[in-house]
């Protein structure tokens, strides 16, 4: 049967330690320049709505590493734009490719695109969700850091699609997720709820970035105003003044705490320049390993099943 990615809570703990250790194993023979044709003939569709540059292009790079080929297409210049239905859109596409990545607004449409496809449907970011982008994260907390046992884990910002992500890795990994989010700009509630009843005490939500921060292995965030919400801009920037990273916040982390950011960022808003450019700071990593996980999880879902 065909396995999806609509969220991370699509996959078990035990998945979740495989796709990542599967991704490590696959960065190692990539480093060692030994190729991995596994997806040789296949196609995967990127279907998207919104701009990207890294998750474009790190799942394009990642078919043809795996000797497969990918097919852009920006849903303003297919038959959806002409109100085409989803169903049908689903449907036809199974019929030519063997895997499929959707970028969009309302995370229903990809659910429908899911529930309607033949063929595996990965969340390439949704209004709700970026699994992709928290799955490769926790890869490079785990490169950096070893064991995610009992690491203290913050996020400071907007509890936004990227939050919801981490929130849910709480729900399937043993680490501590302590969010500091303005008033009006916390996660879900149900999402947060239903994460929290499987984390148990492990996710923490207040309105103080100091707390958050107290003590942290890894400090996160991203920008206040997501992709969708820019007529918001102007409100954000006040509501999120005092929930900048900057060299003040992260001296009340654990000396070596590595500060991520999914980018784009906006340097000087949800970030300064010199924490950005700062000793702590993981952010390229975390963009490279878009590459490798997403190559463990296109090899695992588009694969070879007997292999
Ligand atoms: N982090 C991320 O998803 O970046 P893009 O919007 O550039 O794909
Ligand atoms: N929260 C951001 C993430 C971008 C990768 C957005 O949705 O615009």
């Given at each position: 049967m065909k396995r999806d990615?609509?969220?991370?809570?699509?996959?078990?703990s035990e998945e979740i330690k495989a796709l990542l250790n599967r991704a490590i194993i696959l960065k190692e023979q990539w480093r060692s320049g030994e190729s991995q044709l596994?997806?040789?003939g296949k196609t995967l569709g990127l279907l998207f709505d919104k701009p990207s540059t890294r998750t474009r292009v790190s799942f394009e790079v990642a078919m043809y590493q795996l000797g497969g080929q990918v097919l852009f297409l920006s849903s303003s210049e297919t038959q959806l734009s002409r109100d085409e239905s989803l169903q049908d859109t689903a449907r036809v596409l199974s019929r030519y490719i063997d895997g499929l990545a959707v970028r969009t607004y309302h995370d229903a449409n990809l659910q429908e695109l899911a529930s309607h496809a033949e063929i595996p449907v990965i969340n390439a970011l949704t209004d709700l969700y970026h699994p992709c982008q928290v799955l490769s994260d926790i890869l490079t907390v785990k490169e950096k850091k070893?064991?995610?046992?009992?690491l203290q884990v913050a996020w400071v910002g907007d509890g936004n699609n990227v939050a919801h992500s981490w929130v849910n890795a709480a729900a399937r990994l043993p680490f501590q997720l302590s969010l500091a989010c303005p008033p009006g700009y916390e996660p879900e509630t149900e999402i947060l709820q239903k994460a929290q009843k499987l984390a148990e005490d492990r996710i923490r939500l207040s309105h103080d970035p100091v707390e958050a921060v107290r003590d942290a292995d890894v400090i996160n965030t991203d920008v206040w105003t997501s992709m969708g919400q820019d007529r918001e801009r102007q409100e954000r920037l006040a509501a999120f003044r005092d929930y900048q990273i900057n060299e003040t916040l992260i001296?009340?982390?654990?000396?070596?705490v590595i500060v991520m950011h999914c980018l784009p960022a906006h340097r000087g808003e949800e970030i300064s320049d010199e924490v950005m450019d700062?000793?702590?700071?993981v952010v390229y990593d975390q963009a490279e390993n878009r590459l490798h996980l997403q190559r463990a999880l296109l090899d695992w879902l588009l694969g070879d099943p007997a292999r």
């Open positions: 990615l609509l969220t991370i809570l699509d996959f078990s596994s997806l040789a070893g064991d995610l046992d009992s001296r009340k982390a654990k000396s070596d700062g000793p702590h700071s």
